[in-house]
């Protein structure tokens, strides 16, 4: 079993930023690929970032690329989420995702465990 705890989530202004943290417990987390995801009320739930085993392979979607980093301590089992220049169509419940496989996924039902979500609000 693995649990996925999201921190850093919060109020910030346009420009600003934020630092999400995704805390894993249970099975071995340095063997999968994690991923960051977000839903916005009303919004399907859409892919932000991914990342492999290693950090070898590194995927964004296209309205966070340049704005967003996604990276990984694998002794610490935290995945992490450094996001520049907010904007307020980042507003979204932001959620970590595991993946028991060495292959990123874009893919929401690709992941097999999920946190429960930190609230990113960004203020005009």
């Not at 307020?88 to 097999?112: F, K, N």
Request: include cysteine.
């Amino acid at each position: 079993q693995v649990q996925l705890v999201e921190s850093g989530g919060g109020l910030v202004q346009t420009g600003g930023s934020l630092r999400l943290s995704c805390a894993a417990s249970g099975r071995t987390f340095s063997s999968s690929t994690m991923g960051w995801f977000r839903q916005a009320p009303g919004m399907e739930r859409d892919f932000v970032a991914a990342i492999d085993w290693i950090g070898g392979n590194i995927y964004y979607a296209d309205s966070v690329k340049g704005r967003f980093i996604i990276s990984r301590d694998n002794a610490k089992k935290t995945l992490y989420l450094q996001m520049n220049t907010l904007k307020p169509e980042d507003t979204a419940v932001y959620y970590c995702a595991l993946r028991w496989s060495y292959t990123v996924s874009t893919r929401d039902y690709d992941y097999d465990y999920w946190g429960q979500g930190t609230q990113v609000t960004v203020s005009s």
